[in-house]
């Protein structure tokens, strides 16, 4: 019988497969088992307890979980303030090829050959956190890719074996420019990180790092940007908020002023008033 504070979320990711689960269990959470895919979560609060390898393992808040395809473990609560985690399922082929664009060379399923199954990563840990928030609720197709790319290159980093070739990370200004301009005609569209790689001609991961050296902000971050000054110009020239945040791209009205009050100090029905004088609207 379920505890009555354990609670399940579940989410998946149509372009990558990319799967995702955050939980809370205060008991006996999963029989042994095993899957397909590469799973690669943190324990968020509590004490998880769980058997692979032949072993117990216990995991406290900030420990990376890491299991191969085919690796059979179980999980359970080993305090009765139970545990919460967040776990992502890759398909082990989207993984590998993300993987190899991402260090510009072959790497092979030794990638998920984990020598421990915990371990101790502290930039890992926050964004498997990060990428399972982007599949559950993303701010846009874009953060999400992202999200997901930013934990394939710290396992590329930690598991890939060797470094990256040479000449992997050479900066093309022609790739960010292509990208730049694809962006900026669509600020209203949801437009995935692989269809601005395809868009600019090259795969999502020389297109982050040439991006990043020509602009100095990421594809997502330069997109959130130009949205919030779009939607500044709409509010000074009396554009509500609701449909200021439609116009430019946002999510919802309270998608755009949770990034407006970050990048400007004030909210988006604040900054209307002071250049309209006009009264205040539903929202902030």
Known sequence: MAHP??????ARDPASGTEM??????AHAYDPHFHDQ??????????????????????????????????????????ESGFVYSMLYFDPGWLLDAAEACAGRRIGTGLFDFPQVLQDEPALAPAIFAATRQIARPDSAMHRDAALDAVVALLVQHYGAQPAAAGSNTVDHGIAARARDAIDASLDADIGLTRLADL??????????????????APHAWLVQRRLNLA????????????????AGFADQSHMGRWFRRAFGMTPAAYRRACTNLPDTAGA
């Open 232 to 247: 500044r110009r709409l509010l000074a020239q009396g554009e509500v908020p609701a449909e200021a945040a439609a116009a």
């Open 38 to 79: 590469v799973l690669v979560g943190v324990t968020e609060r509590g004490r998880q307890s769980f058997r692979c390898r032949r072993q117990w393992h216990h995991s406290l808040p900030g420990r990376v979980i890491l299991f191969g395809p085919g690796e059979t473990h179980d999980g359970e609560a080993a305090e």
């Open 5 to 10: 504070r354990d609670w399940f979320e579940f």
């Open 200 to 217: 600019a001609g090259t795969d999502r991961f020389r297109l982050h790092r040439s991006f990043k050296a020509a602009y100095g902000l």
């Open 21 to 26: 689960v955050r939980a809370a269990f205060h």
